[in-house]
Nanobody, 123 residues
Framework: QVQLVESGGGLVQAGGSLRLSCAAS????????MGWFRQAPGNEREFVATIRGTSTYYADSVKGRFIISRDNAKNTVYLQMNSLKPEDTALYYC??????????????????WGQGTQVTVTS
């Protein structure tokens, strides 16, 4: 089991940037695939990006604007969000999976979740 704590959310104008962080507990962090999801009020949880090793995979809606990365020495995964749009407004969650695939884009693929960090983009 992995404990996850997100940070870095906030209020930003459209076109701006934010970097989310997700700190993980445990000594086997490097073996996990890590993902970012988001959920806006009234919507289902939506896949954003995932990373296993150096392999990354993105939702079409964020491709070219968001970058997922990880620092295994710090047990942390990041989501750099650029060119933010009002439709990016949501509660952002990080998640961990022991699955060996790297294209894990469904919430059911992940076993451990953080509490979320709010991102609000104003127009």
């Amino acid at each position: 089991q992995v404990q996850l704590v997100e940070s870095g959310g906030g209020l930003v104008q459209a076109g701006g940037s934010l970097r989310l962080s997700c700190a993980a507990s445990g000594r086997t962090f490097s073996t996990y695939a890590m993902g970012w999801f988001r959920q806006a009020p009234g919507n289902e949880r939506e896949f954003v990006a995932t990373i296993r090793g150096t392999s990354t995979y993105y939702a079409d809606s964020v491709k070219g604007r968001f970058i997922i990365s990880r620092d295994n020495a710090k047990n942390t995964v990041y989501l750099q969000m650029n060119s933010l749009k009002p439709e990016d407004t949501a509660l952002y969650y990080c998640a961990a999976s022991a699955d060996l695939d790297y294209r894990l884009r469904y919430a059911r693929d992940y076993s451990d979740w953080g509490q979320g960090t709010q991102v609000t983009v104003t127009s």
